[in-house]
């Protein structure tokens, strides 16, 4: 069975910092990706950042680029999104998902934790 827990959210001023974390265990073999994807209120879900567990290749929305970074930790079966100068419209629930793939493009993962919030005051 495949569990995905995150944790980490919380409350934080404009430019500064939160790193979430992501627990996934149950996955065997093979190439799967973990991705934080984020959805803020009256808005579609998008994703935010992924890591593939094999190569550990990665890829970032736009909007975060620069200022989100994401690792991982596979002895701890573990995924962190460190969040650096952070706006007012980063604020969202962040979800982590976890999925095989093969490709990042049209990549919506199975596995989903349960979200935590993210808020980020101006």
């Known amino acids: 069975e495949v569990q995905v827990v995150e944790s980490g959210g919380g409350l934080v001023q404009a430019g500064g910092s939160l790193t979430l974390s992501c627990l996934v265990s149950?996955?065997?073999?093979?190439?799967?990706?973990i991705g934080w994807f984020r959805q803020a209120p009256g808005k579609e879900r998008e994703g935010v950042s992924f890591?593939?567990?094999?190569?550990?290749?990665?890829m970032y929305a736009e909007v975060v680029n620069g200022r989100f970074t994401i690792s991982s930790d596979n002895a701890k079966n573990t995924v962190y999104l460190q969040m650096n100068s952070l706006k007012p419209e980063d604020t969202a629930v962040y979800y982590c998902?976890?999925?095989?793939?093969?490709?990042?493009?049209?990549?919506?993962?199975?596995?989903w934790g349960q979200g935590t919030q993210v808020t980020v005051s101006s």
């Open positions: 998902a976890a999925d095989y793939v093969s490709s990042w493009s049209g990549w919506w993962p199975d596995y």
């Open positions: 890591i593939k567990n094999k190569d550990g290749s990665t």
């Open positions: 149950g996955f065997r073999l093979g190439d799967y990706g």
